[in-house]
Nanobody, 122 residues
Framework: EVQLVESGGGLVQAGGSLRLSCAASGFTFDDYAIGWFRQAPGKEREGVSCVSNSDGSTYYANVVKGRFTISSDNAKNTVYLQMNSLKPKDTAVYYC???????????????WGQGTQVTVSS
């Protein structure tokens, strides 16, 4: 059974940092890509970043480039999203998802975690 469990969300002031974790199980971690998405109230879910565990490729949405860093620990089957210089507009529920390759389209992913809330105060 595929399972993705996010953690690390919380409340932080603007300019602060958080590190999200996505612990994965139930599939061959090295063969898949893990994407991070977020959804703010009243808005559509949007792609934030993705890492392809098969070749190490990484992708970032323009709005987070230079502030967020995605990394993967294949020994722990865990993907991290380091978020620095956080802004109030980064406030959302953050989800991780798994698919064969990276895509910014949520519909491309079959399995999702439960999400973790990130709130950035001004």
């Amino acid at each position: 059974e595929v399972q993705l469990v996010e953690s690390g969300g919380g409340l932080v002031q603007a300019g602060g940092s958080l590190r999200l974790s996505c612990a994965a199980s139930g599939f061959t971690f090295d063969d898949y890509a893990i994407g991070w998405f977020r959804q703010a109230p009243g808005k559509e879910r949007e792609g934030v970043s993705c890492v392809s565990n098969s070749d190490g490729s990484t992708y970032y949405a323009n709005v987070v480039k230079g502030r967020f860093t995605i990394s993967s620990d294949n020994a722990k089957n865990t993907v991290y999203l380091q978020m620095n210089s956080l802004k109030p507009k980064d406030t959302a529920v953050y989800y991780c998802a798994v698919d064969r390759s990276c895509s910014s389209t949520p519909a491309a992913y079959d399995y999702w975690g439960q999400g973790t809330q990130v709130t950035v105060s001004s």
